[in-house]
């Protein structure tokens, strides 16, 4: 071997380290890291889930407000805790508004604003449901309103513990 390619090798192996390095901190800094294998849709992932004092922005659907544990919910358990607050809707607005955080509550127009908009809507079925990160899924929701009209919509949720409790803290389409 030539002293020029084991200067090379030297160097990938040095890098390759620090590289290690740097994100075994990263894990001791910020919490677990979470990697997300990608498909033809949806390019693979790292995600660090922080320890919910910081105010990172996540996938940039909204901001950490560090009243969050740590630990986000399963992908099964997102999906399952979706379902359960949409089959409450639209005739039970008491308990759905509950499952939202309260930053939630106010961003979605206050209690007022939530029941007038579910005031107009019969039904809603919800669709498939898809994994996006490790405190975030995609919904596919129909909604039937009062006029006889549908309409499908895919809806982002962000759904995290809040003081030990699975809450919706924020969604958008």
């Known amino acids: 071997m030539s002293d020029r390619a084991g ?3 030297a160097v990938a192996v040095i890098g390759a380290a620090a590289t290690i390095g740097a ?9 677990d890291i979470h990697f997300g294998s990608g498909n033809a849709d949806q390019p693979a992932t790292v995600v660090v889930n922080g320890n919910g004092n910081g105010t990172g922005t996540g996938n940039g659907h909204g901001t950490d407000t560090g009243k969050t ?3 986000g919910p399963t992908a099964d358990q997102m999906a399952s805790f979706i379902r359960s607050y949409y089959a409450q809707l639209p005739s039970g607005t008491d308990s ?3 499952q939202l955080s309260s930053s939630y509550q106010s961003q ?13 809507v019969t039904t809603v079925q ?9 405190r975030t899924s995609t919904a596919t929701l129909t909604y039937t309103y009062a006029t ?15 003081n030990s409790k699975l809450q919706i803290t924020a969604s958008g389409t």
Do not use: H, P
């Open 108 to 120: 979605s127009g206050g209690y007022a604003g939530y029941t007038k908009f579910w005031s107009t």
């Open 96 to 98: 759905a508004w509950n």
């Open 148 to 162: 006889g009209k549908t309409q499908t919509e895919k809806r982002w949720l962000r759904v995290e513990y809040v």
């Open 7 to 9: 200067v090379a090798i």
């Open 69 to 71: 544990d740590s630990k």
């Open 23 to 31: 994100a075994l901190i990263a894990v001791g800094a910020f919490g």
């Open 126 to 134: 919800v669709g498939s449901i898809t994994n996006t990160d490790y």
